[in-house]
């Protein structure tokens, strides 16, 4: 997950002032599957490293390809007997990875267009190390799976606690692997040995999920009561806990190169010092409750899908909106490949918006 910034202490390193109107983004085109089978909800996209196709995953079933260009459906592969929540792509973009709600992890070789293996775990969410050797996968049983990505073969059962667990993240360099614990703990591990590093708990409530700053420093915690812990991972330590938000899911991103963090709880949004956990403000209220965050390549906006039907576009040192489309369903993923902006609203359609900011 990734989320939004205004910039607001000397302490955090200034951008350039933005411009203040949107000239020209505008709608490419719609994906949609011309209702080929039952129309249902798209839960999840991935762009694929040859910046020529994406990947979606929904509740009808199938994995749909799409070519960036044309928005022509390539093929429409049907994965197991539950609806499909999340898909990973792998770094040389020759695989990916599907999670079902109740069941399958597969394998797809984009080659052969065909699953390569199939492994079976209870799923909510799955993670590719940056190397491309590890898959880490959570559970509605409770379990944080390790996988070696090539062969599919399960390198070590990591946690097992009875409940469900939302998220598991791999540091950007590979070398360890969060996911939250018993109690309100997260639980670090060394990859790919699958030892235990270390238990950060501070005695808060249970853990949602987890995020890596860009440098590997920082592990961010979103907690149901509205919390976030920032923990400094080398020195095992709470940086801080970053408080005020109202209960429910927390969505979280660091900045993609400046020491920032951004958290939203409802309609709450706010900003911290990356390093310090310092309060940096709030962004204005959003107009609806956040669903999930994106900062742009450049970290200059913010893309926010919000629970009413609505696409944001946040100029990140006002908290302007620069953009705002309506949908038909609420907006539970967007995703960004350079000027491309990709959401999800919950038709069974991807929508695709291009356009640059101008002066005026």
């Known amino acids: 997950m990734t989320a939004a910034a205004l910039v607001a202490a000397s302490a955090v390193r200034a951008r350039a002032p933005l411009p203040a109107r949107v000239a020209s983004r505008k709608f490419v085109r719609t994906l949609d599957s011309g209702g080929e089978g039952q129309r249902k909800e798209l839960n999840d996209v991935v762009y694929l490293p040859d910046g020529a196709r994406l ?47 109740e069941g399958d992890v597969r394998t797809w070789d984009l080659a052969a267009l065909d699953p390569a293996r199939t492994i079976r775990i ?5 993670d590719w ?10 559970g509605n049983d409770g379990k944080v799976m390790l996988w070696n990505a090539e062969s599919g073969a399960a390198v070590r059962e990591l946690e097992s606690i009875g ?9 950007p360099d590979a070398s360890l692997l969060a996911a939250p614990g018993a109690g309100g703990s997260v639980q670090l591990w060394h990859v790919p040995s699958g030892e235990p590093a270390a238990t ?14 860009p440098d590997g420093k920082r592990l961010a915690a979103g907690h149901p009561d509205g919390g976030v812990r920032l923990w400094d991972v080398d020195a095992r330590k709470l940086v801080r ?31 911290w010092d990356a390093a310090s956990g310092a309060a940096l ?33 946040w100029h990140a040192a006002s908290g302007e ?17 350079g000027a491309d902006l990709f959401a999800l609203p919950m038709d069974d359609t991807v929508r695709v918006l291009r356009g640059e900011l101008q002066d005026g």
């Open 55 to 101: 990947a979606t995953v929904g509740a009808d079933l199938t994995l749909r390809l799409w070519e960036r260009a044309s928005g022509r459906l390539v093929a429409t592969l049907h994965g197991p007997e539950r609806a499909l929540q999340t898909v990973v792509a792998s770094p040389d973009g020759k695989r990916l990875y599907t999670g079902g709600a």
């Open 122 to 126: 209870a799923e909510c969410a799955v």
């Open 129 to 138: 190390s940056s190397d491309g050797r590890w898959i880490a996968s959570t």
């Open 163 to 171: 409940d469900q667990i939302l998220s598991a993240a791999f540091r």
């Open 200 to 213: 950060l708990d501070d005695g808060g409530g249970r853990a949602g999920y987890v995020v890596w700053s």
């Open 241 to 271: 806990r970053l408080d005020g938000h109202p209960a429910g899911q927390v969505a979280l991103a660091f900045h993609p190169d400046e020491q920032l963090l951004v958290s939203a709880s409802g309609r709450d949004v706010r900003r």
């Open 281 to 313: 403000g709030q962004l204005p209220p959003a107009a609806s409750a956040v669903h999930y965050l994106a900062w742009s390549p450049d970290g200059s906006r913010l893309a926010a899908g919000l629970a009413n039907n609505t696409l944001e576009v």
């Open 321 to 337: 909106v620069l953009l705002r489309v309506p949908y038909t369903a609420g907006v539970f993923c967007v995703a960004w490949n």
